[in-house]
């Protein structure tokens, strides 16, 4: 049976083993964006990471928090991710620092309404079926007066893979450029065209938008030049992330025998203009965050 279409690919081990693949932040980007999350809320105001992937951010977050000890609780519904994050927690120290819910994050938001000072998301909306319910539910979680933080990476490998189509950022890497207009144009061959989410994950204005018409506002943006770093990458990579589908854009309305057909059509465009797949290569990337409160 194919799992293409599962709701949490993230469940599937090799969708998890291979999620840090195009996506290395370095620690400094990562310990800027966490202080961030914690200065945003009051003195041992209660945070919930909601989604914490493999949990890099995580562990750098409760690293962190070991000075102001606010209390941390993180969700997310693949025990696969939760695995890796722990095994980080783990190897710093940390985990008893923070408490790790292995449960749907909608059915978690339900029974803890009211509960939480401020909610940090990035990136998890494209997972489920009903986007607006999420942001519905983090909202009904929310003690008066608390505060929503969530951000996306602008780069073009982020923008590029997801189908976003303005021109943020430039086409830094050509290459990077042709395959993607290329996958796209195949699996429109295909019939199978892609069809870009309407909360994707490298672009969270949408989601900000949302919550203002909800009554939110936005306190702060991040400084352009706060989070800005070198997205490194190789083709290889990306290309194992389309035939192996380990982001969900790769699997959207697809099975494995056309995901396998379009890495090899890649291959032979690769070939065909001799571009190389395993040089390192690099584009400018920035992590852009928004803290939010009600105004109501």
Known sequence: MDTENDRNIYAI?????????LRDVPEAVLDEYG???LGATSPQGMILE?????????ARLAFQNRVSGHP?????????????????LVAAGLDRSVEVVTQDLVEYLEGHRGQFDLVHFKAILHCFPEPVLVLDKITSSLKSGGKIVTGHEESQVEARIEGLLRPYPAADDQDLEMILKHYFELRRIMGKEFMPRLFPAGDSQNAVAYLQAKGYVVEKVSDDQTMNFT???RLADLLAAIGGGTFGVFRDGLVTAERETLYRQLLEFCHS???????????PARWRQYVLVSAL
Do not use: C, P, W
């Open 50 to 58: 909601a989604g914490f992937g493999t949990g890099r951010l995580l």
């Open 273 to 283: 203009h001799n571009i190389d797949r395993e040089r390192v290569r690099a584009v």
């Open 35 to 37: 202080i961030n999350i």
């Open 231 to 233: 997205r490194q990458f």
């Open 13 to 21: 081990n090799q969708v998890a083993g291979g999620y840090d693949l």
């Open 72 to 88: 941390l609780v993180a969700v997310d519904s693949s025990a696969a991710m939760a695995d890796l994050a722990k095994q980080k």
